[in-house]
């Protein structure tokens, strides 16, 4: 009974097949059956380009090593670690802030131009107990150094 009930359902579908599969269908192409002229019948529409308001970019500039994260925008900068800061001052000559934070550590030193202002360099350097960033400036900048949640803010203020 089964066998019965696939043939009848099967059986129309057989009837429909084609005598060679591998032929090529007789179709119509609708397509050269319209008019070839097409441009014709087209409406030519000039488009103006528009001019739209600038967004708004936050500009920024991030650099990852390996014991911090850096994030630059216009005067500030803020610097994502887990270690502790030890102290920080300023450097007149080249004009730079100096940031030290404990942690013992052997890496080579990294260099890295910036092209966010006031910033010009990152260089960050290991030493036996500690590693030291310094943030060159372009010129003698007050600053300030805040602890956020996780990591330091140094602000540039004139």
Not at 29 to 36: L, P
Not at 58 to 80: L, M, Q, W
Not at 91 to 113: A, C, G, H, L, T
Request: proline letters at 6%; glycine letters at 2%; a neutral charge.
């Amino acid at each position: 009974m089964r066998y019965l009930v696939v043939f009848v359902l099967a059986f129309p579908l057989m009837m429909m097949a084609r005598e060679n599969p591998f032929a090529p269908a007789q179709s119509t192409d609708v397509i050269q059956e319209q008019d070839q002229n097409l441009t014709s019948a087209a409406a030519i529409q000039t488009v103006e380009p528009q001019v739209h308001p600038q967004l708004l970019i936050d500009d920024k500039e991030v650099v990852n090593y390996g014991k911090a994260r850096f994030v630059f925008r216009e005067n500030s900068a803020y610097i994502e670690t887990k270690d502790r800061l030890i102290q920080h001052f300023m450097i007149n000559n080249p004009p730079s802030i100096v940031i030290d934070f404990e942690s013992p550590s052997d890496f080579p030193s990294k260099r890295k131009e910036l092209a966010t202002k006031p910033f010009i360099k990152l260089e960050m350097g290991a030493h036996s107990d500690h590693y030291r960033v310094v943030l060159r400036l372009d010129k003698v900048h007050n600053y300030t150094v805040v602890k956020s949640k996780y990591g330091q803010l140094v602000t540039i203020s004139d």
